[in-house]
């Protein structure tokens, strides 16, 4: 099938003959739309057109909107146009084309410049502050909820405790074994590179254990179980309530946060000071094995000296801050999840959000403690 | 060209199996140029997984599906999608990619597969959206901001953007009130008039049987047990036919005009 054509017929005075020919379908708009364009450019003078469409062949809705679009042009120039020859078959859905009105009301500009800017700016910090407030709100629900079952216990998902407990926890345990015991072996051999030059190698299992047990064991653990658990907590979430299984849930009379959520967040706070534990204890044996390999530290000795470099209060330290990061890591990614709109891109949007808020207020609250503790003076 | 009244997808002796179990066994369906088949059967007893074999999502095991001329079982992969652009699928739940808006919705196929100028591709796209009675407007709404009968309404404008000889339409009238079901009956029937595309509907909606189709396909216990006319199928003595017909929910001959009849009558 050849593509159609559009021919200029002799022009008499003021009149213009438009004639079209052949397969005027959508395979061929590409090619016809040029033939318009040329028609409808340059020829000012004329106040007549009479389009022939005798000839065409096949036509479809994008050869009849090209017809129409023509025409439109040449009338809201102040010209007549006529279609005249359109073969009957194709009568019904030229006039089907006909009618639509393609009229899109115009968008409102938006605004540019210094002011454009300062509103966005003044925006992002309502968002910000709306953030924290949803928190909070989360976080009273969440302990309304927690008296309300501690009052009725019978109330209280055990079997999604437990089930949350088993993906968050027990499958989490082998990546958190590798990822924290390579951060323990980097660490020492780091150490021990550096401090050999002065000839302090033992002093890297203080630096080790220290470190590990105080900071990096707990916050390691953190990041991993944002991205790796609170990411799936926003996504399930998420699409529930993309789902109105929420809503459902909701209309039977049951309280989604006390159904949802709570069990969901018992299961991080339960979770996260367990990973730590094992995380830090991973973390010291790779230290440990590195010491002993690369920076031929004996294990009996590396054993020792840590026991004078460290104390209950290291340990605990560490410990006392894994809850609290469980928490706020629990709470951001469901609130997330609650936000969560109809469309798929605002689930991504949404997961992202919570990934990277979590991460970040895990920091800012080991920044917190960290204030804390050398305030109280441990 | 295909003539008026000449298969466009022949469907011969079709298996397919579903983890071991045989869902269609030996299924010969045809849809012809320009008709609307309506396409019935209780739950379950494979429609979807025919209309979806047909449509490439399933494989099959045995037999041939031929549409518009190319067996699908040995076309290659050119000759598949030139296949595809010249149906158009309206899904059950519209399907409609939520991070578009409506407008972008109907322009994918067309960017993707025609290359046109922006200008013309929004034109069409409004023109298509204008076509299935929707205000343009709508071009700039997202499918979560829709209701679900204007979603129904873009899905079918996207099916229709480049203009298909086939319609696949899977439950159309499912989720909408009777007034809208009946609009939607009724603008299909101005659709396949003016741009005479074959349609294969899968539905329940007897109503909608009664308006729309000229012809009606019955799958049972893996394969067609009645294809023809409504009065030939409701004539039929298969017991899940009669009870389909003639049973609690089968009111609709009351208040329903048969197509074919109303237009032997417009024609008397």
């Not at chain 2, 088949?37 to 429609?47: D, M, P």
Request: aromatic content about 8%; overall charge neutral; charged content about 20%.
């Amino acid at each position: 099938m050849t593509a159609g054509t559009l021919q200029h017929g002799p022009s008499q005075g003021d009149g213009l003959d438009l004639t079209a020919a052949g397969t005027w379908t959508a395979e061929h708009a590409r090619s016809l739309e040029p033939l318009i364009d040329a028609a409808t450019r340059g020829h000012d003078k004329f106040s007549r057109i009479v389009f022939d469409a005798t000839r065409i062949t096949q036509l479809d809705t994008y050869g009849a909107w090209l017809i129409e679009r023509t025409l439109r042009v040449w009338t809201s120039r102040g010209a007549e146009a006529r279609l005249v020859g359109l073969p009957a078959t194709y009568g019904n859905l030229f006039q089907k084309v006909r009618t639509g009105k393609q009229a899109l009301t115009p968008l409102k500009h938006k605004p540019t410049g210094p002011i454009a800017t300062l509103e966005s700016v003044g925006r992002t910090m309502v968002a910000v502050t709306s953030d924290l407030t949803t928190i909070f709100q989360m976080a009273g629900q969440l302990v309304m909820a927690f008296l309300s079952v501690c009052a009725h216990p019978w109330r209280f998902r055990f079997t999604s405790l437990i089930n949350h407990l088993e993906r968050v926890c027990w499958h989490a345990v082998p990546i958190i074994i590798l990822i924290t015991f390579l951060i323990g072996a980097i660490i020492a051999q780091q150490g021990i590179f550096h401090f050999r030059t002065f000839g302090a190698d033992i002093y890297v299992v203080d630096m080790v254990g220290v470190l590990v047990l105080r900071e990096l064991g707990v916050l390691i653990v953190c990041i991993m179980i944002a991205g790796r658990s609170g990411s799936a907590y926003t996504a399930e979430l998420g699409s529930m309530k993309m789902r109105e299984e929420v809503d459902a849930l909701r209309t039977m009379g049951f309280d989604p946060i006390e159904v949802l959520v709570l069990p969901r967040i018992l299961a991080l706070i339960i979770a996260v000071p367990i990973l730590t534990f094992i995380g830090c204890m991973a973390a010291l044996y790779g230290g440990g094995l590195v010491s002993w390999l690369y920076g031929g530290i004996d294990p009996k000795i590396f054993m020792s000296r840590l026991h004078e470099s460290i104390n209950m209060k290291t340990f605990a330290v560490g410990m006392i801050k894994a809850p609290f990061m469980a928490l706020i890591i629990g709470l951001v990614a469901c609130m997330e999840g609650m936000q969560v709109k109809g469309s798929a891109e605002s689930l991504g949007a949404k997961t992202t959000d919570s990934v990277v808020k979590s991460i970040f207020l895990v920091i800012v609250i080991d920044g917190l403690f960290a204030v804390f503790f050398a305030a109280v003076g441990i | 060209m295909v003539a008026r009244g000449e298969p466009v997808i022949k469907v011969r002796d079709l298996k397919v199996d579903f983890a071991s179990r045989r869902v269609l066994n030996g299924v010969d369906l045809d849809l012809k140029r320009g008709e609307i088949l309506g396409f019935v059967g209780a739950s379950g007893a494979g429609k979807s997984v025919l209309t979806r074999t047909i449509i490439g999502l399933l494989p099959f095991r045995e037999g041939t599906i031929e549409v518009l001329g190319t067996d699908l079982g040995k076309a290659s992969l050119k000759e598949r999608q030139a296949v595809d652009r010249r149906w158009g699928v309206l899904f059950q739940q519209g399907a409609l990619f939520s991070s578009l808006t409506s407008g972008k919705n109907v322009e994918f196929p067309i960017r993707e597969y025609l290359r046109l100028s922006p200008k013309l591709t929004t034109e069409i796209a409004i023109s298509k959206l204008e076509m299935v009675g929707l205000k343009p407007d709508v071009y700039r709404n997202y499918p979560s901001e829709l209701s679900g009968g204007m979603i129904k309404r873009v899905a079918l404008a996207r099916a229709l953007a480049l203009d298909p000889e086939i319609l696949f339409l899977d439950e159309p009238t499912s989720g909408l009130d009777p007034i809208s079901a009946a609009e939607f009956d009724h603008l299909l029937l101005t659709l396949q008039e003016t741009l005479g595309i074959s349609v294969f509907m899968v539905t329940h909606d007897l109503d909608s049987l009664h308006r729309t189709c000229d012809r009606i396909a019955v799958l049972g216990d893996g394969k067609i047990i009645e294809a023809g006319t409504m009065e030939v199928v409701q004539a039929s003595q298969h017991p899940w036919l009669k009870s389909y017909f003639h049973g609690e929910r089968a009111h609709s001959d009351f208040h329903v005009p048969i197509k074919g009849r109303r237009v032997t009558e417009r024609r008397a």
